[in-house]
């Protein structure tokens, strides 16, 4: 029987697949098309720890990827029990409040939000169009980074700038991570047995990306992240929040334009910045360990940073129950985890140091000593949730 969901993340040169059934919560294929718009362009998918790489150089573009993954499906006798498409969209705006069947007017919509995500709107919409050809009979179904964030209050997602920058031009907080952030919440709820919706959770979700979340009785009510994904905490190569001044400064000092102040924000800031080494946060630790004198530095800064967030949150939850990490560094990192607990005792936090030391990629748990609000583990997984998503609403 057809009813598994192919969930497909689109980026503009890279296309991320699942095959899931949601039934099992199982994946039962993954796989990564890469260098999309190279020559050089290639797929690499994974089954049963099985892994086969192919190139797309006859086609190296999104639909070159799309038509490699019916292939192999078709191949693998999986086509048949594809069911639905679910995508991932980073923004959706003011307008979409939750995920959503694709329509003509959904994806006008979400061509509208493009202003605000130019880098990934358009390649995410690149890949719904590719599905739609690819996949005519099927339904297909969106899922927003920022849709989760869309309960906070407008004293969390309004900026203190002329109200009409608001209303005519949409600047405002939206958040994303959305989807990450909304299933580790659920998950560390049912794992300690918490109601979710009588229940105060801090998430921090820290990847190459990185921002934190307060979801107060499973509604997210505030998060690092603004108006684009620059806000908030320190993560691999974005600043984070930073004096809006600085950039008319650095422009001065360095002879940029805009574009090239958001640039270095963007690309050559952060743990990479502060390290002057690397933006991955293993090669960080190992510098660290052997006394790097910038890495040191950049960890000190990331937990710092990441502990005051966190601490700030919980002011738009009132209490704490449990405070969650999640992405490769927060499901990997014990020191980062120990770090930020112990900055965080004054709100009663806790460490285990042992079962945080146990807690790695595929080991969640609690790591929260006997005392005060819970801290756990907890592996996320943003492709489940979109396939429960689009399973769901095309039932
Ligand atoms: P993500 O974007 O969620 O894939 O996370 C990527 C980040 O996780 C990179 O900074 C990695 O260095 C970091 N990471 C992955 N494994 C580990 C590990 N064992 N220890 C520390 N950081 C890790």
């Known amino acids: 029987m057809s009813n598994d969901i192919l969930v497909i993340n689109c980026g503009s040169s890279s296309l991320k697949f699942a095959l899931i059934n949601p039934q ?40 070159g990827a799309m038509h490699a993954i019916i292939a192999t499906l078709k191949a693998r006798n999986l086509f048949d029990q594809v069911a639905a498409v679910g995508h991932r969209v980073v923004h959706g705006g003011e307008n979409f409040k939750a995920s959503t069947l694709i329509d003509d007017a959904v994806i006008a919509e979400i061509e509208g939000c493009a202003k605000l995500a130019p880098l990934h709107n358009p390649a995410n919409l690149l890949g719904i169009r590719t599905a739609i050809e690819c996949f ?70 820290l990847g190459n990306g990185a921002s934190a979340a307060a979801i107060l009785n499973g509604k997210s009510v505030d998060t690092t992240m603004g108006l684009t994904p620059l806000e908030g905490l320190v993560m691999g190569t974005r600043s984070g929040d930073i004096d809006p001044g600085a950039h008319a400064y650095i422009g001065a000092q360095l002879g940029l334009d805009l574009d090239g102040v958001t640039d270095l924000l963007n690309k050559q800031s952060g743990l990479l910045g502060l390290s002057e080494l690397s933006n991955d946060c293993r090669e960080i630790e190992d510098a660290a360990a052997e006394g790097h004198a910038g890495a040191l530095l950049a960890l000190n800064v990331f937990c710092y940073r990441l502990a005051k967030q966190i601490a700030a949150l919980t002011v738009s939850l009132g209490r704490l129950d449990a405070l969650v990490f999640t992405g490769g560094i927060g499901e990997n990192s014990s020191i980062i985890r120990a770090k930020v607990i112990e900055q965080l005792g004054f709100l009663g936090l806790t460490l285990d140091a042992s079962a945080n030391d146990a807690a790695i990629r595929g080991k969640a748990g609690k790591i929260s000593g006997a005392t005060g609000p819970a801290a756990l583990v907890v592996n996320t997984n943003e492709e489940l949730m979109i396939a429960l998503d689009t399973a769901a609403l095309t039932a």
């Open 24 to 63: 099992t919560q199982e994946a039962l294929l993954t796989g990564l098309a890469e260098k999309l718009g190279h020559a050089d362009a290639y797929v690499t998918v994974k089954q049963d720890g099985a892994k086969e790489t192919a190139s797309l150089s006859h086609q190296p573009d999104h639909a």
């Open 136 to 205: 005519p009979t099927l339904k297909q179904v969106v899922v927003f980074d920022t849709a989760f964030h869309q309960t906070m209050p407008e004293h969390a997602y309004l900026y203190a700038v002329p109200m009409s920058l608001y209303r005519e031009h949409g600047l405002r907080r939206y958040g994303f991570h959305g989807t990450s952030h909304r299933y580790v919440s659920a998950e560390a709820a049912k794992v300690l047995g918490l109601p979710l919706d009588n229940s105060a959770i801090v998430v921090a979700h």
